[in-house]
């Protein structure tokens, strides 16, 4: 299985500035066939279901605020929130779909400082 | 719009089995995945398995495999999971999320979520 890690597990950031997620995969999501990563991050607030933010590791899903970026390759991304908004308060997920079984990451929780 | 409308809470004892439902709306059920991810206290979001809506094939972490059941209903755009042989450790909000194809493994939409209590 591949094994996902995200740093840091918990995170502050002051509003509007800058938050940075990073997830570690213990293989290459990227694929050769098509040259695409088969990662997404999901956010999810307290008593609701996750929501996806960002598929394939750097495409945004409709209606995500433009504060909310992907990045990285192989096995290592990041999940940038360019200036932190109160309502991003939540735990973010990173998971990876290239090979079963899916598997994501432990979380990781932000909070305003 | 895309809505996954899960069953209630339930409360069962060790040795117990439950069943959750997810009905869908909003989209053709035939033409996309349905998986089941799980999250107990404390702990990251796990996956379970998934089905092809459309011909109803399906697949199971190595984890669950014996102990877990997903089936659809087509007629009624609903999946259902079943969970045998429950233990303590299988407490969990339990989600049904739609893949984004009938065979896709990332997931858009996600259910509200059914907490299930094993309790003795």
């Known amino acids: 299985d591949i094994v996902m890690t995200q740093s840091p597990d918990s995170l502050a950031v002051s509003l509007g500035e800058r938050a940075t997620i990073n997830c570690k995969s213990s293989?290459?999501?990227?694929?050769?066939?098509?040259?695409?990563?088969?990662l997404a991050w999901y956010q999810h607030k307290p008593g609701q279901p996750p929501k996806l933010l960002i598929s394939w590791a750097s495409t945004r899903e409709s209606g995500v605020p433009d504060r909310f970026s992907g990045s990285g390759s192989g096995a290592d991304f990041t999940l940038t929130i360019s200036s932190l908004q109160a309502e991003d308060v939540a735990v973010y997920h990173c998971?990876?779909?290239?090979?079963?079984?899916?598997?994501f990451g432990q979380g990781t929780r932000l909070e305003i400082k | 719009q895309v809505q996954l409308v899960q069953s209630g809470a339930e409360v069962e004892r060790p040795g117990a089995s439950v069943k959750v439902s997810c009905k869908a709306s909003g989209y053709n059920f035939n033409d996309y995945a349905m998986h089941w991810v799980r999250q107990a206290p404390g702990q990251r979001l796990e996956w379970m398995g998934w089905?092809?809506?459309?011909?109803?094939?399906?697949e199971f972490s190595q984890k669950f495999q014996g102990r877990v059941t997903i089936t659809r209903d087509t007629s009624a755009s609903t999946a259902y999971m079943e969970l045998t042989s429950l233990r303590s450790e299988d407490t969990a909000i339990y989600y049904c999320?739609?893949?984004?194809?009938?065979?896709?493994?990332?997931?858009?939409?996600w259910g509200q979520g059914t907490l299930v209590t094993v309790s003795s």
């Open positions: 089905i092809n809506a459309d011909n109803g094939r399906t």
């Open positions: 998971q990876q779909y290239y090979s079963r079984p899916i598997t």
């Open positions: 293989q290459s999501l990227l694929s050769s066939a098509n040259n695409e990563n088969y």
């Open positions: 999320a739609r893949g984004t194809c009938r065979g896709c493994y990332l997931i858009d939409y």
